[in-house]
Nanobody, 123 residues
């Protein structure tokens, strides 16, 4: 049984930083992509960043390029999202998701989801 557990959300001021963690368990993730999505109140779920577990190839949404960094620790089975220069529009619930295969941007193509962690950025 695959489990994804997010942590690290909270409140930040504009320009501040937070680091989210996604602890993965239940199987070997060598062929998986792990992706961060976010969902603001009243909006759809959008991709933020993704990483392929084996080779470390990354993808970023244009809105976070240069501010957010996704990385993985294979020994800890954990994916991180370092978020710098946070802006009020980054306020959302952040979810990590996993799929067996390459990173894709469509939430419906992911098989496993965490419970989400709230990020709030005050202006």
């Amino acid at each position: 049984q695959v489990q994804l557990v997010e942590s690290g959300g909270g409140l930040a001021h504009t320009g501040g930083s937070l680091r989210l963690s996604c602890a993965a368990s239940g199987r070997t993730f060598s062929t998986y992509a792990i992706t961060w999505f976010r969902q603001a109140s009243g909006k759809g779920r959008d991709i933020v960043a993704s990483i392929n577990w084996s080779g470390g190839t990354t993808y970023y949404a244009d809105s976070v390029k240069g501010r957010f960094t996704i990385s993985r620790d294979r020994f800890k089975n954990t994916v991180y999202l370092q978020m710098n220069n946070l802006q009020p529009e980054d306020t959302a619930i952040y979810y990590c998701a996993a799929r067996n295969g390459w990173s894709v941007i469509t939430p419906g193509d992911y098989d496993y989801w965490g419970q989400g962690t709230q990020v709030t950025v005050s202006s």
